[in-house]
């Protein structure tokens, strides 16, 4: 959380950095939800 608010010139407000956080998690997760979902379906095909 220091790195995030040390970055910006101007201290974020608590509500913005919390909901940028869970953005991103949510964000990350999708994403690696589609990577192994594609990487298993394209290896059931293959088979």
Known sequence: ???VEA???NP???I???GRRI???FN???IL???TRHKAS???TAR
């Open 12 to 14: 974020p407000r608590p």
């Open 16 to 18: 913005a950095v919390a």
């Open 42 to 44: 394209s290896w059931h």
């Open 7 to 9: 970055s910006d010139s």
């Open 23 to 25: 953005a991103e998690h």
């Open 33 to 35: 939800e589609q990577a």
């Open 1 to 3: 959380m220091s790195q």
């Open 28 to 30: 990350l997760n999708g």
